[in-house]
């Protein structure tokens, strides 16, 4: 069954950076889009940014401007490199893939258009 294990958040202060990846363990198909999105507590899920198998991305545009999303073909691995952070930016990342055509329409930021969920890494930015 395929898993998606999540690593790298953490405690930043705010304007600092931080990296968080995602490995798709047992994904055996070499098309795929992956995305992250985030949920702070009492606010609704949102989608941060996504990268398909062929290197195709989209950003949020709160993040866009400010982060790096990228994959490595074959290894079902999404990195996502934020920088700037602000405490808005605090909550739970979760790591998502799906089909590749997700990454070709509105459907990259809509939780519910994907097949796999990671269990979610914690980013606090504090002031």
């Known amino acids: 069954q395929v898993e998606l294990v999540e690593s790298g958040g953490g405690s930043v202060q705010a304007g600092g950076s931080l990296t968080l990846s995602c490995v798709a363990e047992r994904y055996y198909y070499s098309n795929y889009c992956m995305a992250w999105f985030r949920q702070a507590p009492e606010k609704e899920r949102e989608a941060v940014a996504a990268?398909?198998?062929?290197?195709?991305?989209t950003y949020a545009e709160f993040m866009k401007d400010r982060s790096t999303i990228s994959t490595v073909h074959l290894e079902s691995t999404v990195t996502l490199e934020m920088h700037n952070l602000a405490p808005e930016d605090s909550g739970m990342y979760y790591c998502?893939?799906?089909?590749?055509?997700?990454?070709?329409?509105?459907?990259?930021?809509?939780?519910?258009?994907?097949?796999?969920w990671g269990q979610g890494t914690q980013v606090t930015v504090s002031s």
């Open positions: 990268v398909g198998s062929n290197g195709r991305t």
């Open positions: 998502v893939l799906g089909g590749i055509m997700n990454c070709y329409s509105e459907s990259w930021s809509q939780w519910s258009e994907y097949i796999y």
